[in-house]
């Protein structure tokens, strides 16, 4: 006999619809078109219980049953009330996201989902702790039409299924070895090798002294005929080809070197801040990067910020705290990237050795237009500033939502308002020219 989890478990069974793929398939089309007409966004999450095999071998059908339930239930509560639960197989569910503002917002859903799951299950008075991975997919970002919606979604979960990852939103190179993704891996190797990527900058705004005080590096890739390739994209191919350290060396490197010019040119210390890839955070060689690249330029542990994102963190915590630690060790700044699309506790927040809480794009964009991101931003200040720690939004695009953080108590701010990122001549041209710049720290160009 199967105990109830807990009172609230003892309600009627929840009302879930059972579906196959093709079934849902048909009656998705509706609510994808809907979103077609009305320029809306439509997400489409699968999740899939791992390693239920055992609970089925120790728990048997009935077992199996009861924790489909119980795991209906978490999800259903997290979920707004135009959102669908259906159960699609013995351990998946879909979850269908209309109306939704941006990808952040299916992120943000994901993490919760998959946060909620972590939690122990109680069955027959034992405490059983599951697994779960989660596809995403976006209309129209990543489809057409909803075949193609579920059909990508379905990839991206192998992804996340195959690289242990807590999510994977779909992305053309999950698709298996497809050749532009193989041709484009074999360039971006060779790009790396032969130093033909860039790092563009993006000034980091002091709002209290209206002056620059950290840049942010973003890799750009030109390709002969093909012009710029998305970032996303060839950062993500080199996530999937192995790239992706020695993609991290050149940025540090090249980052480093870039500090260490602004500070001979114009006698400022500006923070390079460099993305490190959820992948790479937890790698040894990290560290020894990042003494590498310190070293070759001379410079101290000031000279770079290293933006790492909140969902990755979350997945193997307690390794993230360690590697974190020794960078804080050496007196490399930290920041946690696109925060507010994760779902850290705060008991680990708390432990956390990081200097900057950074609220995602998505929740600042349109956060005048919108009290929910609103509110989103104004938790996520009050929370840094609760904790000591230093908070900068992302994303501002206008004066209005720049006036607005100002009254909101957030101290730091980056977005296209202020400056779009810039190659570094042109990045000499803005720190030379801009209010933000060398000026308003007082600085004469040389
Ligand atoms: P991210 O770290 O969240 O970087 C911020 C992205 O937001 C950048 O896109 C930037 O151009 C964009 N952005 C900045 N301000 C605004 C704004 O006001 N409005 C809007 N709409 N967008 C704004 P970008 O350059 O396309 O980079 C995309 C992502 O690629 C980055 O997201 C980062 O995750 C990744 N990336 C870029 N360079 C590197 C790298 O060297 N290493 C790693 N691991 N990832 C990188
Ligand atoms: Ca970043
Ligand atoms: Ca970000």
Redesign the pocket.
């Known amino acids: 006999m199967i105990v109830p989890e807990s009172g609230q478990d003892q309600r009627d069974a929840l009302s879930v619809a059972s579906l196959s793929r093709p079934e849902l398939a048909g009656i998705l089309d509706k609510p994808v078109s809907r979103s077609k007409i009305n320029h809306l966004h439509f997400g489409y999450i699968i999740i899939r219980l791992t390693c239920t095999h055992q609970i089925h071998l120790s728990y048997g059908y009935q077992g199996m049953q009861a924790l489909r339930e119980r795991c209906q239930r978490r999800i259903r509560e997290l979920l707004r009330s135009q959102d669908e639960l259906v159960c699609i197989g013995e351990a998946e569910f879909a979850v269908l996201l209309p109306d939704l503002k941006n990808e952040g917002h299916a992120i943000l859903a994901a993490n919760r989902i998959h946060s909620e799951l972590s939690s122990p299950f109680t069955l027959n008075n034992e405490l059983i702790n599951i697994t779960a991975a989660i596809g995403i997919a976006v209309f129209p970002e990543h489809a057409g039409s909803a075949e193609k919606l579920m059909l990508n979604a379905d990839i991206a979960l192998e992804t996340a299924v195959d690289m242990n990852l807590p999510y994977e939103m779909y992305s053309p190179v999950s698709e298996p070895s497809s050749l532009p993704t193989i041709r484009l891996a074999h360039d971006l190797k060779a790009a790396i090798a032969q130093d033909e990527l860039e790092?563009?900058f993006?000034p980091k705004i002091d709002l209290k002294t209206g002056s620059i005080y950290s840049v942010?590096?973003?890799?750009r890739w030109h390709v002969p005929d093909s012009g710029y390739i998305?970032?996303?994209l060839f950062?993500s191919i080199a996530e999937h080809s192995g790239l992706?350290n020695s993609?991290?060396r050149w940025?540090l490197t090249a980052g480093c070197r870039q500090s260490r010019f602004w500070k001979e040119q114009y006698d400022i210390s500006l923070s390079v801040a460099?993305?490190?890839?959820p992948t790479?955070l937890h790698d040894a060689q990290t560290v020894d990067s990042v003494l590498h690249a310190l070293d070759l330029w001379d410079a101290g542990p000031e000279s770079i910020t290293l933006?790492v994102?909140e969902s990755m963190m979350m997945q193997k915590p307690e390794q993230s705290l360690r590697c974190l630690k020794r960078l804080r060790d050496l007196g490399i700044r930290l920041s946690i990237?696109?925060f507010g699309t994760g779902s850290s506790s705060l008991a680990y927040l708390k432990t956390l050795p990081v200097n900057e809480l950074k609220i995602?794009?998505s929740f600042v964009?349109n956060m005048v237009n919108d009290e929910g991101d609103l509110t989103i931003v104004q938790s996520v200040i009050d929370l840094a500033n609760n904790f000591g720690l230093e908070v900068i939004a992302?994303?501002?695009?206008n004066q209005t939502t720049l006036d607005t953080l100002v009254d909101m108590g957030c101290r730091y701010a980056?977005?296209?308002?202020m400056g779009?990122?810039m190659s570094a001549p042109e990045m000499d041209t803005w720190l030379a020219e801009s209010a933000w710049g060398i000026k308003a720290k007082g600085i004469q160009p040389r």
């Open positions: 790092l563009f993006q942010e590096a973003l890799t998305d970032p996303e950062i992706i993609l991290t940025s460099i993305n490190i890839s790479t933006e994102t990237d696109d995602d794009k964009i992302e994303g501002v695009e980056q977005g296209y308002y779009r990122p």
